[in-house]
């Protein structure tokens, strides 16, 4: 077999075999695919796309292309999730130990910014002294000792997806439905969970842009995990606007915190709130909503969630003490509020925007191996439908230096739009597909 072929083959949108595809895979870990050959492929699919047969090999090929985790040991259903990205999205902070607080272990591996979009383990990082590289061994303990661990991808996990995934960063090849498929479910197959939560972004700030990709990617999804005999379903959530009001690292942190206490914003607490009703349905020991939406308000309300999170923060050295005193996450050199110049309503928070204007105060990795600045962000002030006055405060900057905050300011003044029309929120769960 010749990889000149294969692109060739899906350049004129033929259908690849299985076999073509595990020459792919295998070719491609072991290097002696050079990047170049990956590159053409990859925007061959994004151009040409696969059907379910190929985006089925392709997970299959990726989940096993390293060690699968073996979770046996560790007893009771176990509980993973996954988004496919967004701008704000802190949900597996508040999410995981939620759903550790009712008696169900979450084992999870989470990944790194991609794109504009954040990632949970960037996220954790910001808390002083937490571990996210933790062993194998470690991992498994600690879930089975707290119910919870929340651990960065080790090298031999998902390698393919690994290597694809900072290929198709640089490549323009992201925004593919069986490209984002095989990548999120070759990691969630490879995870071991037995009940599996998708939230999948939909909107300006996801790589996903219109409901009807998105439906399409979620039924491609969830009929993968079905296959492989995963319980599994999907949430499509609204991604126009950012999640919440914090975006950046450290910032999004507070608010995670917040939320766990039970202050949450508004449209965080109810995805928080809809994700765990889909999860305690799959787990099958409840009879009726009302029952599971109580036990997850009791869990944010009483203090069980946040319990379970300074338990987390513990175990893996963090400083748990940031819970109850957030001046540790709130420490960049400069910030500056914004006020509206106007009166009237928000017509549009561009999420995408404002993700660019985060990372235009550092918060983006330019290259794989950059180190990105945690203590910078944005707080918003207003949600989209939002009434605002003259002189009202928009947003506060969290920047390390001037020169970044004033590139920051310029983007994200595009980012925002101020009209007279009373406008109506936006909704943020959209459809639930299982
Ligand atoms: N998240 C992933 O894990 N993979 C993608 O391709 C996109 C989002």
New binding site residues.
Partial sequence: MRMVDIIIKKRNGEILTEEEINFVIEGYVKGDIPDYQMSALLMAIYFRGMNIGETISLTKKMAYSGKVLDLSSISGVKIDK????GVGDKTTLIFAPLIASLGYPVAKMS?RS?GHTGGTIDKLESIPGFKTNISEEDFIKQVRDIGIAIVGQTEDFVPA?KKI?AL?DVTGT?DSIP??AS??MS?KIASGSDVIILDVKVGKGA?IKDINSARELAKIMVGIGKGFGKKIVAVLSQMDQPLGYAVGNSLEVVEAIETLKGRGPKDLTELIITLGVQTLKLVGEFHDEESMKKKIVESLEGGKALTKFRELVRAQGGDASIVDDYSPLLNAKLQKEIYSLDGGYVEDIDAYKVALSVMALGAGREKKEDKIDLSVGIKLYKKVGDKIEKNEPIVTFYANSSERLKKAQEIFKDAIRIGKKKKDPLPVVLEIIS
């Avoid at 996954?82 to 990205?85: L, R, Y």
Wanted: without cysteine.
């Fill in positions: 996954h988004s496919t990205g990944g991609l997806d995934y198709r992201v490209l984002i990548s999120v990691k790589f």
